[in-house]
């Protein structure tokens, strides 16, 4: 096979596999690649996996069988993330034409691994080294309005569903030093919004450059302080990480957004346990309490599991029960999904499809008609909206309120700018609106 000249990178999943994406696409570049528009004009497609639910992983061997040009032939194919971690040499051996398997915490060496699948030997590596990749990644390159900044990665919780302690490996926290510099490097490049990610984000800890011990909110006040920056958001968080100093974060530092992704996955304190949560439904409540009495207007997200096994009928309404409790803003659900080596896949009383089924569509029915009505109390009111790409009429572009719901608007203003908008009109995806200046006109 060639070395190849061009490539593609498809990223799965959540956020920091976006993150991670962008960064291997900046690595290629830095090898003198160019970016393909997408995979059938690519001589390199990279498949950024999510290993979270059965689906996201089968989906990865569909993608690659559809690879196949119809001249017969095929481009390199390297499958990086989360799937390639845990099914590792089980990829080649299920998908013969895979050339590349790589870690999450391996990618820094992916130029290697590309010529040596041009040299015709299969790579492989997933390995952990206790050497952090970052350090080995070329500088940030190109940059729009929002960016993703990881600055936590790895989970030490291990609750009895997840196989991200298993695919991400062990928490570590990156330094403040190196965070703080891809920051001013991102708002150099143009960057207006910062999310920092982690698994826990909010487990971030670290020393600032005076050597004091510092806690996510510590980092929140330093980029704060950052020039150019206007918008900071972090996801995802853990209940028991809410620390005193995050939640008055929220109450004071204007430059952090009225928006908190918390996830609960059940209203059941049996559930909860033998979810190895480590919070129950009353300390959940008690941070959103202690957040919404710091930051009244915040939105809250959440995340939420139905089906886990042994959850019986009033379980699943004790989680209705906790979606009433809080409205939420927005959220995501799941039907449990047993994943090979977590604790839950072993235990006996799995739940039964069609009832999974059923409690997912109820579940979304509710957080659906609250997401409508959060939109709907938008309507009437002013805001300010970052301008993040362009909609699909002539002279529409769209952006987000700081509560994350996407504005649709037709403006003259350009992809960067923080516009003032009166909201119009209310969807449960979004909203419409009409920039300040065209209203007085
Ligand atoms: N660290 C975050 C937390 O603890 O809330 C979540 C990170 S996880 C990558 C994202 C979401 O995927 C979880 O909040 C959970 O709702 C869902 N998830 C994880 N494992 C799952 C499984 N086996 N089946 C279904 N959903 C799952
Ligand atoms: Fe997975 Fe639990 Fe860790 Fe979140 S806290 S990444 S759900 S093990």
């Known amino acids: 096979m060639n070395s190849p000249r061009t490539f593609h990178v498809k990223s799965f999943g959540c956020q920091m596999n976006v993150y991670d994406g962008a960064r291997m696409a900046e690595l290629l570049e830095a090898e003198g690649l160019a970016a393909a528009p997408d995979a059938g004009a690519a001589d390199l497609v990279v498949l950024n996996t999510c ?5 996201a992983a089968e989906k990865v061997y569909s993608d690659i069988g559809r690879l ?21 040499a089980e990829i080649p051996r299920r998908a013969p034409s895979v050339d590349i398997v790589v870690g999450p915490q391996a990618y820094h060496r992916l130029p290697e691994m590309v010529a040596s699948a041009a040299r015709g030997e299969r790579a492989l590596d997933t390995d952990m080294p206790v050497q952090s990749k970052f350090g080995a990644l070329p500088a940030r390159r190109r940059q729009g309005p929002t960016a993703f900044l990881t600055v936590q990665e790895g989970c030490d ?30 708002i150099d490049m143009g960057a207006r919004e910062i999310t920092l990610l982690g698994q826990n984000v909010n487990a971030w800890q670290g020393e600032d450059d005076k050597g004091h011990a510092q806690g996510l909110d510590g980092l929140i006040r ?28 929220h109450g004071d530092v204007e430059k952090l957004m009225p928006f908190l992704h918390l ?8 559930i909860l346990k033998a979810m190895n949560r480590s919070h129950s439904t009353a300390s959940y409540l008690a941070v959103i309490e202690r957040v919404r009495a ?27 029960e906790i979606v009433r409790a809080v409205n939420y803003a927005q959220a995501y659900s799941f039907k449990y999904s047993p994943r090979p080596g977590t604790p839950a896949a072993e235990m006996s009383d799995q739940i039964a499809p069609e009832v999974m089924d059923e409690r997912l569509q109820r579940l979304q029915a509710l957080l659906t008609e609250q997401q409508l009505r959060f939109n709907r109390a938008s309507v009437g009111k002013r805001t300010t909206v970052l301008l993040e790409r362009k909609g699909k009429r ?48």
């Open 263 to 270: 996830p609960v996955q059940s209203g059941s304190d049996r």
């Open 394 to 441: 002539p002279g529409q572009l769209i952006g987000k309120s700081p509560w994350l719901q996407s504005v649709h608007l037709e403006t003259d203003a350009a992809i960067g700018d923080l516009v003032d908008v009166d909201i119009l009109s209310a969807g449960p995806n979004s909203l419409g609106g009409a920039p300040l200046m065209e209203q007085a006109a």
């Open 222 to 249: 330093a980029l704060d302080a950052l020039p150019g920056l206007a918008r900071i958001r972090y996801t995802t968080s853990h209940p028991n990480d809410m620390t005193e100093g995050l939640i008055r974060a």
């Open 294 to 320: 710091a930051r009244p207007d915040i939105a809250i997200s959440g995340d939420f599991i139905v089906g886990f096994p042994g959850e019986t009928q009033a379980e699943f309404q004790d989680t209705l």
């Open 51 to 55: 290993h979270i639910r059965e689906k």
């Open 157 to 186: 919780k291990f609750c009895t569903y997840c196989v991200v302690p298993y695919t991400r490996g062990a928490e570590i926290s990156r330094p403040w030093a190196a965070i703080v510099d891809e920051a001013r490097a991102l």
């Open 68 to 88: 196949k040009r119809e001249d017969g032939s095929r481009p390199m194919i390297a499958v990086a993330g989360c799937v390639a971690q845990a099914e590792g």
